[in-house]
């Protein structure tokens, strides 16, 4: 599987900005999606990922209620719309599939190359 990130860019905090992924390869409708970020400083975390299965979703507590992931299995693509953003979501956001998704980064099969999020005040 092959993943394209976009989107990322620069917005002032308590702005919104939406990511997209999108899967090449098969099967790629299979895979449970989701969205990791890593800063210079930090190690590769976890942010949302949605279930190919149900549909069901699943947020880092930093995150819920600010951010909303969806998929779309007929385009293959993964978004990722983030509201209220803070400084200190300014990171590198990739783009992550797997037969059953977890929260940790060394689990995960496919990665995208990543795309930049910058918060300022």
């Known amino acids: 599987v092959q993943l394209q990130a976009s989107g990322g860019g620069s917005v002032q905090a308590g702005g919104s900005l939406r990511l997209s992924c999108e899967a090449a390869g098969r099967p790629r409708s299979t895979y449970d999606m989701g969205w990791f970020r890593q800063t210079p400083m930090k190690e590769r975390e976890f942010v949302a990922a949605?279930?190919?299965?149900?549909?069901?979703?699943l947020y880092r507590d930093s995150v819920k209620g600010r951010f909303t992931i969806s998929r779309d299995n007929v385009k293959n693509k993964v978004y990722l719309q983030m509201n209220s953003l803070e400084l200190e979501d300014t990171a590198v956001y990739y783009c992550?599939?797997?037969?059953?998704?977890?929260?940790?980064?060394?689990?995960?099969?496919?990665w995208g190359q990543g795309t930049q999020v910058t918060v300022s005040s």
């Open positions: 949605v279930r190919w299965s149900d549909g069901s979703t």
């Open positions: 992550a599939a797997d037969p059953k998704i977890t929260t940790v980064p060394n689990w995960i099969h496919f």
